[in-house]
Nanobody, 122 residues
Framework: QVQLVESGGGLVQAGGPLRLSCVAS????????MGWFRQAPGKQRELVAT???????NAADSVKGRFILSRDNAKNTVYLQMNSLKPEDTAVYYC????????????????WGQGTQVTVSS
């Protein structure tokens, strides 16, 4: 069992930065693929980015060049540095984890955090 606890959401002006953190606890959490999905009002959950224990990343085209995903395996923590934020980035951001990379399908990720709200004002 893996528990995920997110932090760092909030309100930011367009163009500004924000950093999200997610701490994983539980046996072998350090070996899991971890990452972030987001869900805006009225929209489906979409993949933001994932990173595996070897630091290989996958990211949505909409965030490439603006968001940076990193992890500290010693701390079982992933960080999502979000730069040049846009109003369309407004969503609830969910930390996810699973043994394997599940692509863009949220159903492929077994463990989810409670979500943290990110609001970008124009």
């Amino acid at each position: 069992q893996v528990q995920l606890v997110e932090s760092g959401g909030g309100l930011v002006q367009a163009g500004g930065p924000l950093r999200l953190s997610c701490v994983a606890s539980g046996r072998t959490a350090g070996g899991y693929v971890m990452g972030w999905f987001r869900q805006a009002p009225g929209k489906q959950r979409e993949l933001v980015a994932t990173i595996d224990s070897g630091y290989s990343t996958n990211a949505a085209d909409s965030v490439k060049g603006r968001f940076i995903l990193s992890r500290d395996n010693a701390k079982n923590t992933v960080y999502l540095q979000m730069n040049s934020l846009k109003p369309e980035d407004t969503a609830v951001y969910y930390c996810v984890a699973d043994l394997y990379y599940g692509g863009r399908n949220p159903n492929q990720y077994r463990y989810w955090g409670q979500g943290t709200q990110v609001t970008v004002s124009s």
